[in-house]
C-alpha cells in the first residue's frame, strides 16, 4: 500500500495528536497506581493501630483478671486461717483418750 503525500502530511499531524494522548492516558494510569499503592497504605496503617489496640486492651483484660484471681486466692487464705484461728481457740488445751 503506498501513501500519498497529502495522506502523509495528515498522518503526521495526526501522530502528534495521538502521541499526547497516549502520554495522557499513561499518566493518568500511572496516578491511579500512585493513588491505590498510597490507599494500601493508610489501610494497612489503620490496621496495625486497631491490632496494636485490641492487643493493649487484651494485655490489661488478662492483667485486671490475675490480678482479680490473686485477690480472691488472697482472701480465701485468710478466710482459711481465721477459720483456723477460731477452731484453736474453741478447742481445750488438753488430752482426751478415748479406751
Known sequence: MTIR????QVLVQKVSDIAKIQQTQQNLSSNRQQENANQNIQQTEVTSKKVEENKRAESKRVQEENEKEKRNKNKKRKLTREDFEEKDEDVNPGIDIIV
Do not use: P, W
Not at 5 to 8: G, R
Open 5 to 8: 503525500s497529502i495522506d502523509m
